[in-house]
Structures are given as structure tokens and as C-alpha cells.
Nanobody, 113 residues
């Protein structure tokens, strides 16, 4: 079992920044992928960014150049630095751990003036 605890969401003005954190605990594999997804009201959940243990990262086109995923393997924690936020970034952001398809509880990000 793996438990994921997210933090860092909130309300921010357009153009602002937020940093999300997701800490994993429990039975952690030596090699795993952690990712951030988001789900806006009335829309499907979508992949935002992912990173492997080896540091390979991938981003959705909508956030490339604005968001940065990073991880601290010693702390089993993944971060999502979000810059130049737009109203369309408003969503609940979820952390996901694989193998095992574990999900965090989600953290709300609202971008509004």
C-alpha cells in the first residue's frame, strides 16, 4: 500500500505561481513514476506532468514552459512548480503513483482575479 498526501493548492491571481507537493509513504518501490493530473469541473481528468525515478519527465502541451515537475527521491516527494498561471489552469490537482495506480486526495487550485 502507498499513501499520497498532497499540499500547496490555493487561490492565486492570473500570472501568479504556486508549488504543489505530494509525499508518498508506505511500501515504496525502488523504481516508480509519479505524476500530476488535474480535473476541471465538467471535464475529464488529464495528465499534467510525470517523472520517473531516473528523472525522465513529460508534460502536456498546455503547461509546457510554465510548469516544472521535480522530485526528491530521498523524501519520496514530487513537486509541481506552476508559473504564469491562467484561469484555465483552475482544477483539482491529483498526484498519482505507479506501480499500483495510487492516487492522492486532490488539492484545489483556483486562478482568478
Amino acid at each position: 500500500q502507498v499513501q499520497l498526501v498532497e499540499s500547496g493548492g490555493g487561490l492565486v491571481q492570473p500570472g501568479g505561481s504556486l508549488r504543489l507537493s505530494c509525499a508518498a509513504s508506505g511500501t515504496i518501490f525502488s523504481s516508480y513514476v509519479m505524476a500530476w493530473y488535474r480535473q476541471a469541473p465538467g471535464k475529464q481528468r488529464e495528465l499534467v506532468a510525470s517523472m520517473s525515478t531516473g528523472g525522465y519527465s513529460d508534460y502536456s502541451d498546455s503547461v509546457k514552459g510554465r510548469f516544472t515537475i521535480s522530485r526528491d527521491n530521498a523524501k519520496n516527494t514530487v513537486y509541481l512548480q506552476m508559473n504564469s498561471l491562467k484561469p484555465e489552469d483552475t482544477a483539482v490537482y491529483y498526484c498519482r503513483y505507479n506501480p499500483g495506480n495510487y492516487w492522492g486526495q486532490g488539492t484545489q487550485v483556483t486562478v482568478s482575479s
